[in-house]
């Protein structure tokens, strides 16, 4: 017998209107176990099979099969652990456990062997890597880790309060120290970050709260590395739901949120003591993914996405203006596999994947990739010119890179961190703090400096083109740099850049690609005046009328002295991967601890330098629940005519061309009216049937939880 679950993800669509987006389809064994995952799109009736499992005779997930026939194969040891993995290439990867079921050594598809040893009480004494060594922890009775000593015998102190909360880390002359409680509306909050050397303040970030736990300010200040004197602040305002209404940069430059039925409508920017616009209308997708807005110059920034939730285009114009347009093509497996510019149509591209579905050739360039068992990249060929990689048979670090240009070699240091990069005619030289943080960049002589605060947060450097100051909010958002010309500040709409605010106090506008990095910039008079060329693993920019935009890829800002990208907790080298291990190891989602978003740079980001991190899957599972739920509450009369009439719209609005803004504006604004009359019709039927039961809601937290402590297994 065959059963079949199906998940109708019914939801609320720009006017909070039900209609039908997608539909996800189980089917199962007789044991009534998911042996097949099928997406059915609601407006063609498209059913496309996303995945299949097979399973063994005791009931273990034995094979997954992706939706383009790749198959990873699972093996078990006699307690019902997983012993072994076998990827679609045919890599191996064996795992084993101690006496408590927690892994104690994985050997990746290389052969390399990482391992794990706990105490009695769960604590991990010691970490192995190929890649940064043996690291050693020591403990209090209570459990609190006080002691860590690295690989280069360098030790890391810690301290607690009596509440088990950190208040120091300290290596070498380096002290980071933490203060809570002490600020205002502080109790249980972190109120003071602290750098120290040798005994001398060095940076201080200092927290003020609302009494509901809401940030309000944060004020960074210091010393430089000329001793001079440094101090700035950023302020937050919210409405009573906690949601961001405005922000006051170090400068006296305020942007402003305004929201609209709960969602974000309006951003403004008040320069100069003037308030103008940076951009309106911001509408959503059913789920709460910004759809289009425009933006102060009339450029319209519009979204298109397919039944399966998809990005499949992104396009910014006005009428016969058009300074972006990005059409994307995917096969089953969800791997983009076709890129179409509509504005500069010489750099449309497809891409092609391995088996394991890393990124493996473009044709824009005729680029080609291969990468070894780990997912470290061996070989790059482009135009005749082949680069070889060479890499460390004992770890994953790349040791030489070779081309026709000669070769280039890399050294490390004892943690894993790169120390050395020398080729034809450059020489360069690193060196870290006692946190394992960049410290300085010698290249060909000239050294770069640069300041990582108590947080992590690199929050100044000093270069041979002179010093720059960051401020931050959250832990990798970028919101303002001083430069010798003054202040830049960055307008962020969700996560993603969509102006910038330079010293000369003039609003610029800018148009990023389907992964949040910068393609265009453009003026009030909706001219392009910054433009790159956006590539797999970094750019190259091809039109700068601003003096320079260092955003790139989420999370990443490009430092010209070095030729990286700064990224969070670590730096990227654009050709070669990280230059340091991931501070968090496989946990960050890689056999190899060096490369980049899981070698798939076109579908996936590193914002934080701490690899890929999956979010999402028990909200998204347990809506998937509850709305299946409440279907039969949701039967309002005259509801299938109208969301066919929905669906129609839709339909249509996904057949429309990514620049035909005019078109696209009016089915958006009968979606709009449209969904208004369901909405009306669904509010009149709440109040005479409310049909959600006790049962429904108990349900849903148990889901809700049983997933979360699925999810939340810690993780070696």
């Not at 880790?145 to 300290?170: F, I, P, W």
């Amino acid at each position: 017998m065959k059963r079949l679950l199906v998940l109708s993800m019914l939801c609320a669509a720009p006017a909070a209107h039900a209609e039908i987006l997608r539909t996800i389809s189980y089917d199962h064994d007789e044991a009534g176990r998911v042996i097949r995952e099928r997406h059915v799109d609601p407006v063609s009736g498209t059913d496309t099979t996303a995945a299949r499992y097979t399973y063994d005779d005791a009931g273990r997930l034995l094979t997954t099969t992706d939706g383009v026939g790749r198959t990873t194969t699972m093996t078990y040891d006699a307690l019902g652990r997983i012993a072994t993995t076998r990827d679609a290439a045919g890599g191996v990867a064996s795992f084993a456990y101690d006496i408590a079921d927690r892994i104690a050594m994985v050997i990746d598809p290389r052969g390399l062997v990482t391992s794990y040893d706990y105490d009695g009480y769960g604590q991990l004494r010691k970490h192995s890597s190929p890649d940064t060594g043996t690291t050693r922890h020591e403990y209090t009775a209570a459990g609190l880790r006080t002691r860590t000593t690295r690989n280069d015998g360098s030790v890391v102190e810690y301290a607690h309060d009596s509440l088990g909360r950190m208040t120091q880390a300290k290596s070498d002359t380096s002290e980071r120290n933490f203060v809570h409680d002490t600020c205002q509306n502080g109790k249980g909050r972190l109120c003071e970050a602290q750098l120290r050397e040798n005994g001398a303040i060095v940076t201080t970030v200092t927290h003020a709260y609302t009494p509901q736990g809401w940030l309000t300010m944060r004020r960074d200040s210091g010393v430089d590395d000329a001793g001079i004197a440094y101090d700035s602040t950023i302020a937050y305002a919210q409405d009573g739901m906690g949601r961001v209404t405005g922000i006051a940069y170090p400068n006296g430059v305020g942007v402003g949120y305004g929201f609209t039925s709960g969602r974000l409508h309006t951003i403004t920017a008040t320069i100069d003591g003037v308030t103008r616009t940076v951009a309106n209308s911001i509408a959503h997708q059913p789920f709460g993914t910004v759809a289009q807005w425009t933006y102060a110059n009339g450029l319209n920034r519009r979204y298109n996405f397919d039944a399966d939730g998809r990005l499949t285009g992104v396009s910014a114009g006005q009428g016969a203006t058009l300074v972006q347009s990005l059409t994307y093509g995917f096969n089953d497996a969800d791997e983009i596999t076709a890129l179409t510019h509509g504005v500069t149509t010489t750099e449309s591209r497809k891409f092609e994947y391995d088996a394991l579905g890393r990124l493996s050739r473009e044709t824009l360039h005729g680029r080609q990739w291969t990468h070894d068992a780990n997912g470290n990249v061996d070989s790059v060929a482009t135009a005749g010119d082949i680069a070889h990689a060479t890499i460390d048979p004992n770890s994953n670090r790349i040791i030489a890179i070779t081309a026709n240009g000669g070769t280039r070699t890399f050294g490390y240091d004892a943690l894993g961190s790169r120390i050395a990069k020398d080729g034809p005619g450059t020489s360069t030289r690193y060196t870290y703090d006692a946190f394992n943080r960049m410290r300085t960049a010698t290249v060909n002589g000239a050294i770069s400096r640069y300041t990582i605060n108590a947080l992590d947060q690199r929050i100044g450097k000093s270069t041979p083109n002179g010093k720059t100051q960051f401020v931050y909010a959250e832990q990798n958002r970028l919101m303002a740099e001083k430069g010798s010309t003054g202040w830049t500040n960055y307008v962020w709409l969700g996560n993603e850049l969509i102006a910038t605010i330079q010293p000369d106090n003039v609003l610029r506008y800018v148009h990023n690609d389907h992964l949040g990095r910068p393609e265009a910039v453009s003026d009030g008079a909706k001219q392009v005046i910054w433009r790159a060329a956006n590539a797999e693993y970094g750019r190259s920019v091809v039109l700068d009328q601003i003096g320079g935009l260092n955003i790139g890829l989420p999370g990443q800002y490009f430092d010209a002295e070095t030729g990286l990208w700064q990224n969070g907790f670590r730096d990227y080298d654009q050709e070669a991967g990280y230059i340091q291990a991931d501070p968090i190891g496989l946990a960050g989602g890689s056999y190899s601890t060096y490369s980049y978003a899981g070698a798939n740079p076109i579908k996936q980001v590193d914002s934080t330098g701490l690899g890929i991190i999956a979010f999402g899957v028990c909200t998204a599972a347990n809506a998937a629940f509850q709305l299946n739920s409440y279907r039969q509450a949701l039967k309002v009369p005259g509801m299938d005519g109208m969301v066919e009439r929905l669906n129609a719209i839709t339909k249509e609005m996904k057949d429309c061309p990514v620049d035909d803004h005019d078109r696209y504006a009016a089915l958006y604004e009968e979606h709009e009216r449209v969904g208004q009359q369901l909405l009306d019709a669904s509010k009149a039927h709440a109040q005479e049937n409310v049909a959600y039961t006790l049962n429904d809601l108990l349900g849903a937290v148990a889901w809700e939880v049983g997933c979360g402590i699925l999810l939340l297994a810690p993780v070696p």
